[in-house]
């Protein structure tokens, strides 16, 4: 199984017993930025729409696991994430989210 699921709602993340431990940290790191995200951002879902969210959602692993390439389509979030020495979480996102509300 090459995605490790995980509920937030239920509170856990599945891991591959046959990964290496530290591939194991690796999705824990993942997985809890995504956790995280959703407690302290869960605001922004209706400000940004489900789509936009969970894009920023997902870009934002550029932070706590910087040697994965991300998907596609967070190229240019990834690249604003690169642009800059950011102070605090919260300029991150406050930057991303008018990026994306500025996207067509």
Known sequence: MPLCPYS??????????????EKQISVLLHE???FMFYFYY?????????????????SLSYFSNP??????????LRNLYASKNWEN??????STVDFLLGMK
């Open 8 to 21: 937030y709602k239920d509170k856990f993340i599945y891991i591959c017993l046959n990964d290496t431990a």
């Open 32 to 34: 809890l930025n995504h």
């Open 42 to 58: 869960s605001d922004l879902k209706d400000k940004l729409g489900h789509e936009k969210y969970e894009l920023l959602k997902e």
């Open 67 to 76: 040697e994965q390439e991300g998907k596609p389509d967070e190229k240019e």
């Open 89 to 94: 979480i919260d300029e991150i996102i406050k």
